[in-house]
Structure formats: C-alpha cells, structure tokens
C-alpha cells in the first residue's frame, strides 16, 4: 500500500561532512511534513517542519526541501556532530478521504553514523 | 516546562492479559495521540484523543483503546494480549490537534509480551 518510505536505511559520514537524509512519499494530498530525530532510548523529537506551499525551510544547521513534483522530501544536516547520531523520521499528514482530520504515516528511518 | 511523561517505562506481560498505559502530556497541550513502534512496521498512529474525546484512529483492532481525562491525561488499553504486540508504544501531546503540528513524543513503555 501507499507509505512513505525512506531510499537510504543507513548513511555513515565524518565528522564536519553534510548529510543529507531522503524521503520519498506517495499520497500528492499530503500537506504536511515532518523530520523527527529518535536517539536510542528516547521518543522522536521535533527537528523541522514544511507545509506543500513551500519547497524550502531552514532551521539551525538542518533545511528541509520538498519537491512535489516527483513527491520527494530531504533532511540536509550541516557540519554534522556526533550529537546527531541517531534514526530520523519522516512523517506525512495525509488527510483522509471522508470525514476526521486524516492520518499521520511515519516512513520506517534512516540511521545516521557520524564518525569522528 | 516538563515533558510528556509515560509510565511505566517497561512491562512484561503474558498472552491473554490486558495492559493499560498512562501518558501525561505537557501542561495545555489538549491533544494526546498514541503510537506503536515496532522494528518491523516502524511507528505507527493508534489513535487521538482531544477534549476526553477520540478524534482519529489509525488501522488497529478494537483490541486497542484509549480515553482521555478532563486533565488531559491518557491511557491506552490493550486487551487479550497477543505476541505481536510486543512494542514500543508511545505517546505525544500537541496544543491543539496531532495533524498539521509538530508534536511532542514521551519517551515510550517499552511492552513485551511472553
């Protein structure tokens, strides 16, 4: 069935490098898009959002692109730490067809390796 | 501000049995929704409560159900337990609704079932 899924399970890169974290999504009636950073032993946190009337947002070290066209979403994190080690999520706000407010759908993650 | 809060951080539990959950969310956040997560599906929306009420459901049996109190807190109940429900379950509060908004995740019960 649909889902958003993620192209790289695991991305390893050093210290200082940019990473960059995909996401690929299915439904073009979601609106909404979310990054969550989960480090082990802990709940998802917030990283950054992006509404479908933008294809761009930044926030400190971390922008999120999204591109529509090819329904495509990418987490870009500079000068990536240590700190950021951890399996990032992309969720989708996917409204639903009748009724209620619609469905949140998580894509399964990518683990990111910062060696220092 | 304190965060969501979730206890018990773990429970063992046999086939057959019921589990009940709790999650307080962060003070004024009215939403609270749930969330399983497993290494084999990944997270997933159980469901949304909002003003004691339940808003939303994800695609899970009847097994699995919620209420909310008029302090917003939450619990999640899962009955005849089966094997496959063994997993991380978390929850997360927002002000307002769980769609459209960021949200803010406890650090999860951790469920295994023998």
């Known amino acids: 069935g649909e889902s958003v899924g993620l192209h790289l399970p695991t991305l390893s890169v050093q210290e200082g490098d940019n990473s960059i974290i995909n996401c690929a999504y299915s439904n073009s009636a979601s609106d909404y898009f979310i990054w969550y950073k989960q480090e082990s032993g802990k709940g998802p946190q917030f990283i950054i959002d992006i509404r479908s009337n933008m294809d761009k947002r930044q926030g400190q070290r971390v922008t999120v692109l999204l591109n529509k066209t090819v329904k495509h979403l990418s987490l870009q994190i500079a000068a990536t730490q240590p700190g950021d080690s951890a399996v990032y999520f992309c969720a989708e706000n996917r409204p639903w067809e009748g009724g209620s407010q619609g469905n949140l759908i998580f894509g399964k993650g990518t683990k990111l390796s910062v060696k220092p | 501000k304190a965060g969501v809060t979730q206890t018990p951080r773990y429970l063992i539990k046999t086939r057959g049995q019921q589990v009940t959950l709790s999650c307080s969310p962060i003070?004024?956040?009215?939403?609270v929704s749930w969330y399983q997560q497993t290494p084999g599906q990944g997270l997933q929306f159980l469901f949304e409560?909002?003003?004691?009420?339940?808003?939303n459901k994800g695609n899970f049996p009847g097994r699995f159900s919620g209420r909310q109190f008029s302090n917003s807190r939450s619990e999640m109940n899962v009955s005849t337990l089966e094997l496959g429900d063994s997993a991380l379950y978390l929850c997360?509060?927002?002000?307002?609704?769980?769609?459209?908004?960021?949200?803010?995740f406890g650090n999860g019960t951790r469920l295994t079932v023998t």
């Open positions: 997360a509060s927002s002000l307002e609704s769980f769609w459209g908004s960021p949200l803010h």
């Open positions: 409560y909002f003003s004691e009420t339940q808003r």
């Open positions: 003070s004024g956040h009215r939403s």
